[in-house]
């Protein structure tokens, strides 16, 4: 079955580019949909961010400084907008979406800091219109459901009138808190805060008509932010993703040790099929047991093998040194909730900048690319070639097939056997073309319509045959 992963973090502003890219390719890589709140974002520059994400996105903008929400999708999945709400003010984004067949109202929110209950009841308005029976509200509340469970070290309880609309809304819309419905007695917390305080601020409130639905729900570790992400995996269908098309990695040519290795391989495929071992490739024309074209195909076989395992290597060794940093992170914050030394803190700020400097490094990469695909490209162009070559994931995959005895069939790996069985059956000839009989009668020798070539003609075709090879070495 598919899983669909929806991951809502309080960002503290993106206006900063390597921060915003930064951010940006971490959530794309862990969610399918990412709802990022308190993003500095204005109207003016949508566009701009929209293109450095590199798929569909909906924006709530309000300034530079503060506010600003923004839901932000893969193309790894099927989903369709019907209608959307919009706040000018940067607080809400409301959509009436469908998933993979599945209609849901998918609402992200970023709560006033002060004790604002005619907030929320607008919401509960806004999202009942849409009338869907399935819902799911995320983001940064500000409002703690429970203050014994949910927060450590408060002196005063904050915003009880916000507290007390939003059980009405809960009661009313028939919502629950997922994450507390699935760890009822764990104390974990989603904001850090000036002395010591921690608080579960963010979360998500689901419909109970698609709780059956949610796989599981997790607080994940903050980065960049004090604010941690919060997540829900959902699962509707059962359509898997293929592996798509390997491209070369150009960045690759600035590594040596690649280099040497591509060298390598050049030598090794040309000693392998050369006839004769002797002969200098520099200053003699080498002569090979396969055609020219074939061994250029042979050479790209091998440095394509070798691109795919060093990158391999790389992107592992990377990646492991990610969930190193990220696992003594988790242990610190395990820490944190025992005791509040500032040693702990200070261990924590280091890992996290370590981690900062070891992301930057494909971040800067990624902001060259796109600078340079807006220098060739434009904005109509990006815009044009989105609209053609970046079309919706679920268009390039069969959902069902029926089969000629009008059998449907939906599993993927069986969608996949009757593929290969069909070009198969329509590239394998039924009956041979050409018969043995059709072969002697043509080449026999008093055939009228054989010209047998004279001795200057064959040695014209041998001469002109000589050339080409010189040319092709």
């Keep these: 079955m598919s899983t669909i992963t929806i991951g809502s973090v309080n960002c503290r502003g993106l206006s900063e580019t390597v921060k915003r890219i930064d951010i940006f390719t971490k959530y794309k890589d862990l969610y399918d949909i990412t709802i990022l709140v308190d993003t500095h974002s204005t109207s003016e520059k949508e566009k701009q961010w929209l293109h450095e994400w590199g798929y569909v996105g909906k924006f709530s903008s309000y300034s530079s400084k503060s506010r600003g929400v923004a839901i932000l999708f893969k193309n790894t999945f099927e989903f369709k907008i019907h209608e959307e709400t919009i706040d000018l003010m940067g607080n809400f984004i409301i959509l009436d979406i469908t998933i993979q067949d599945y209609r849901i109202t998918l609402a992200a929110i970023y709560g006033p800091n002060n004790d604002d209950p005619v907030f929320f009841e607008n919401i509960k308005h806004k999202i009942s219109h849409y009338g869907d029976s399935s819902i799911v509200v995320a983001g940064d509340w500000n409002v703690v459901q429970d203050y014994d469970m949910d927060t450590l070290h408060y002196r005063n309880e904050n915003n009880p009138q916000s507290k007390a609309k939003i059980h009405e809304v809960m009661h009313e819309l028939d919502l629950l808190d997922i994450w507390r419905q699935q760890h009822p007695f764990d104390n974990r917390y989603s904001w850090r805060g000036p002395n010591h305080k921690q608080s579960r601020l963010d979360y998500f409130m689901i419909t109970s008509a698609i709780e059956a639905f949610v796989v ?163 904005e109509k162009g990006s815009n044009y070639f989105c609209n053609l070559e970046k079309k919706h994931y679920t268009e390039k995959i069969i959902p069902k097939l029926i089969l000629e005895d009008e059998t449907e069939i939906t599993d993927p790996s069986s969608i996949r056997n009757e593929q290969k069985q069909f070009y198969k059956k329509l590239y394998t000839s039924c009956k041979p073309l050409l018969l043995e009989t059709h072969r002697d009668t043509f080449l026999q020798h008093d055939n009228p319509f054989i010209t047998k070539p004279n001795e200057e003609e064959v040695g014209s075709c041998e001469d002109f045959n000589n050339a080409g090879m010189s040319v092709l070495s």
């Excluded at 050049?266 to 200053?283: A, F, G, L, R, W």
């Excluded at 490094?361 to 695909?373: L, M, Q, S």
Aim: hydrophobic fraction near 35%.
């Design 216 to 378: 599981s729900s997790d607080i994940g570790i903050s980065y960049r932010s004090d604010h941690s992400p919060v997540l829900i995996n959902l699962r509707f269908s059962s359509q898997i993703r293929g592996k798509g098309t390997w491209k070369f990695n150009n960045s690759l040519l600035r590594e040596t040790e690649f280099i040497e290795k591509v060298k390598g391989d050049i030598k090794t495929v040309i000693e392998e099929y050369e006839s004769d071992p002797s002969m200098d490739i520099e200053t003699e024309d080498k002569q090979f047991n396969i055609s020219y074209q074939l061994l250029w195909d042979m050479i790209k076989m091998k440095v394509r093998g070798s691109a795919i395992s060093f990158s391999s290597f790389q992107k592992k060794e990377g990646n492991k040194k990610e969930k190193d940093l990220l696992y003594k992170i988790s242990l610190l914050d395990e820490k944190l909730l025992e005791n509040n030394l500032p040693s702990v803190y200070q261990e924590r700020e280091g890992m996290e900048l370590e981690l900062k400097i070891l992301r930057e490094k494909n971040v800067k990469g990624i902001i060259t690319r796109a600078k340079a695909r807006w220098q060739v490209e434009g």
